[in-house]
């Protein structure tokens, strides 16, 4: 089966004239497909970035930084919240494709919802002027089924594994604020939408709020400085219960798909590795990556805010001694989130089978994403 870039390759190569055709047309008036990836720089929006450049598209990346670490992009800065800003930067971009991975954190569910509410609207009415949408993606995630951070995890009502045509849960919700967003506008401009349900997602970015694998790479660097043991920080139904994860790369593979196959346009769908796990066979597996000791779940959850409570200095002069990127841990390690993950008191994994009977086959082991994603952190000595 061709991977989502190995396809798009292929299709830009049938596409493209031979013989006595290629001799009278030039390269240049055959125009380049165009895309916008607001949140560029987050953990999926660089990846949904690097595999679009990958496949010969015109990329413009929107973020708070206006930067990339991608060759090939066109990045651009604005503030998401502000109409006249956001206007103003994508004024000629034209995208046909736009990917929204962009969220903004408060400190209650109603201001959750007025920003994220409002960073969708924003971008979308920016665009209006374009004229060239085709198609929206939207990430989200399993707060659909598992509540917003005010009310997390109580009162769900979804069976596991959680299906994308579960009914809302009753309170507000900011994922549910940001689709209606995308539904009006996509009825009131013609366009189709996506919008992609994410579990913890494995990937590589720093400075990013909900960062799994590398929170729990700088812990295990820290254990083995300190000569502590590597304790798993969370509940016993996330000990011993099933669960799944979502690979960043297969994220980005399936939001492309989406974007770019008449079976994705206007329709949910959840994304996951495809396998599922318990926490006490894969948590050996990853201590054996640091070489370090390591206990289970004893008794009761034992969160990272408290047990790295204290330790940004131990991790400053680790980076140092490394010779390491970044000496500031809070850029790096999401003890709250980690800990919000591995604490939940319920079981969470996802049902896949939409996705793939729309046509959408990828697949990850999560071992293996758990450790490419730690050799990369490595050959870009962000850990040691």
């Known amino acids: 089966m061709l991977s989502i870039i190995e396809h798009l390759r292929t299709a830009t190569r049938k596409s493209r004239p031979s013989g006595k055709d290629r001799l009278v047309t030039s390269p240049s ?6 895309a916008l990836i607001v949140g560029a720089t987050g953990i999926t929006g660089q990846t949904v970035v690097k595999q679009l450049v990958d496949a010969g598209w015109d ?12 060759p090939g992009i066109t990045a651009v800065t604005a503030d998401l919240l502000d109409p006249e800003s956001l206007a103003a930067a ?28 409002a960073l969708v609207r924003n971008v979308l009415a920016a665009l209006e002027g374009e004229k060239s949408v085709r198609h929206v993606a939207l990430m989200t995630g399993l707060k659909h089924y598992l509540g917003p951070f005010d ?12 299906h994308e045509d579960e009914p809302r849960l009753p309170q507000p919700n900011f994922y549910y604020a940001q689709e209606d967003e995308l539904f009006g506008s996509a009825a009131r401009n013609g366009f189709t939408w996506s919008v992609h349900r994410a579990h913890t997602v494995f990937g590589f970015a720093t400075d990013n709020a909900m960062n799994m694998v590398l929170t729990l790479s700088v812990y295990a660097a820290i254990c083995k400085e300190l000569g502590l043991t590597f304790t798993f920080p969370g509940s ?3 000990w011993n219960g099933v669960t799944d994860v979502t690979d960043v790369d297969l994220l980005a593979e399936q939001i492309i798909w989406a974007g770019t196959h008449p079976e994705g346009a206007n329709e949910a769908f959840n994304i996951a590795n495809g396998d599922v796990f318990r926490w006490r066979w894969l948590w050996p597996r990853v201590a054996a990556i640091f070489d370090v000791p390591w206990a289970g779940f ?12 204290g330790k940004d200095e131990v991790w400053s002069a680790i980076a140092e001694r490394e010779g390491l990127v970044e000496t500031d841990v809070t850029r790096l390690a999401s003890w709250w989130h980690t800990d919000s993950d591995l604490g939940r008191n319920i079981e969470c994994f996802t049902d896949m089978n939409k996705s793939r009977q729309a046509g959408f086959l990828g697949f990850r082991s999560t071992p293996d994403s758990f450790l490419d994603k730690v050799e990369r952190y490595r050959a870009a000595k962000i850990i040691p």
Not at 96 to 112: F, Q, S, Y
């Open 298 to 309: 004893e008794g009761e959850p034992r969160p990272l805010t408290a047990q790295m409570a």
């Open 59 to 70: 990329v413009t990346g929107l973020s708070r930084r206006g930067h990339s670490e991608t």
């Open 29 to 34: 008036t055959v125009p380049r497909r165009r």
């Open 90 to 117: 994508l004024t000629g971009t034209r995208p046909e494709l736009v990917v929204i991975t962009a969220w903004v954190k408060r400190d209650t569910e109603t201001e959750n919802i007025e920003v994220n509410s």
């Open 236 to 238: 016993a139904t996330q």
């Open 151 to 162: 009310n997390y995890a109580t009162g769900v009502t979804a069976e596991t594994p959680f």
